[in-house]
């Protein structure tokens, strides 16, 4: 069984920045596409921001420019750097994590971050 983690989140000023973690843990055996997601309070979950084993990356357009995410292999571990963050940023972020471990292939989600972003 695969845990995924996340850490980071937290109340900032608009224009400032925040750092985002995520680690997988248990019986991983390879780790294909990870990726950040938020939703705001009565808004739907939406993609923020993905990266595949062979690192293409991909951000929502609402983030290009101010997010910027990355992984550590060795670590199981995923990224998010929040710069520039403004109010409509604030939202619960989720990491998600796709692979195969020992026995099957995961989809797995962590419990989610809070960040709020204050004007």
């Known amino acids: 069984q695969v845990q995924v983690v996340e850490s980071g989140g937290g109340l900032v000023q608009a224009g400032g920045s925040l750092r985002l973690s995520c680690a997988a843990s248990g019986s991983v055996y390879i780790i294909n596409d990870m990726g950040w997601y938020r939703q705001a309070p009565g808004e739907q979950r939406e993609v923020v921001a993905t990266?595949?084993?062979?690192?293409?990356?991909n951000y929502a357009d609402s983030v290009k420019g101010r997010f910027t995410i990355s992984k550590d292999n060795a670590k199981n571990t995923v990224y998010l750097q929040l710069d520039s963050l403004k109010p409509e940023d604030t939202a619960v972020y989720y990491c998600?994590?796709?692979?195969?471990?020992?026995?099957?292939?995961?989809?797995?989600w962590g419990q989610g971050t809070q960040v709020i972003v204050s004007s």
């Open positions: 998600n994590i796709k692979g195969i471990s020992v026995f099957r292939r995961f989809d797995s």
């Open positions: 990266v595949t084993r062979d690192n293409s990356t």
